[in-house]
């Protein structure tokens, strides 16, 4: 698909809501199919491939997004085409290569395949492609969820940006690490989420005070995955809530 029809794409699927086109695998494919595939070389000599949405424009803050324990797959190409809707360069990893998780079982062992030191060059060589991309003003932030709501506080921790999203993901990093953060991060967490729970967001709370850095926390009556549509426990109204604050977040330190 080239640019033009990629932008005739996403100005078609610009006046139906997020939710709608989430959960209706067929708008969800054409959504998808709106990014365009780009391909680099790491820091390290790796290659790796993410899915680029529609370009703004005009110079706009940049977007690193990073997957679910699923992988790259068409709900997260769709995210990047919604923050370009919203005026970002978005820019959607794959830390799979290439491959994608259709059940639980195949999900976790993905997730359990990814290199630690694999991951963090494939984030923060993006991080730096965005950086000197030119439909891009120089600013990125970081989003992710639940896998990658951690890696978006690793790659933020390994190569600073100007802002971090994390949706209930995995936060462990000790004050140490998390003095070497440039810019604040904003945390959606679940109260029934069993595994990023209070306990563990509170010890964050503790070292990011203790390391000087500034963390904006928001708690929703919801369990984990609460902003997915495609998942049993998806919350509409608390996925609105927090979109919106997203976005209020990144436009005040992307702009």
């Known amino acids: ?50 899915a680029l949405a529609p370009l703004p424009a005009a110079p706009a803050g940049t977007v690193l997004l990073i997957h679910e324990w699923w992988g790259l797959n068409d709900s997260i190409k769709t995210m990047a085409v919604e923050f370009a809707k919203e005026g970002y360069v978005a820019l959607a990893v794959d830390l799979y290569g290439g491959k994608v998780g259709t059940d639980p079982a195949g999900a976790e062992a993905l997730m ?23 439909s891009g003003n120089g600013k990125v932030g970081t989003v992710g969820w639940c896998f990658g709501g951690g890696w978006s506080l690793n790659a933020s921790i390994a190569a600073p940006v100007d802002a971090t999203v994390i949706y209930y993901g995995r936060v462990e990093q000790p004050a140490a690490e998390l003095a070497k953060l440039k810019g604040p991060v904003l945390g959606h967490f679940a109260t029934q989420d069993e595994w990023i729970n209070k306990a563990m967001v509170g010890g964050f709370e503790a070292a990011m005070g203790e390391a000087g850095r500034s963390f904006e926390t928001h708690w929703y009556e919801a369990n984990h995955a609460f902003a997915n549509p495609s998942s049993g426990r998806y ?17 005040a330190h992307l702009a």
Not at 6 to 33: F, N, Y
């Open 235 to 251: 919350d509409e109204e608390d996925a609105k809530l927090s979109w919106s604050r997203t976005l209020d977040f990144l436009k």
């Open 1 to 50: 698909m080239n640019a033009i029809a990629r932008r005739r794409l996403l100005t078609g699927l610009a006046a139906a809501p997020l939710a709608a086109i989430l959960a209706d695998p067929r708008r969800k494919a054409a959504a998808a199919a709106a990014v365009e595939d780009v391909t680099i070389a790491t820091e390290g000599g790796q290659r790796t491939t993410g």
């Open 112 to 134: 359990k395949g990814v290199d630690a030191a694999a991951a963090t060059d494939v984030l923060v060589s993006w991080a730096d492609w965005l950086r000197g991309h030119g």
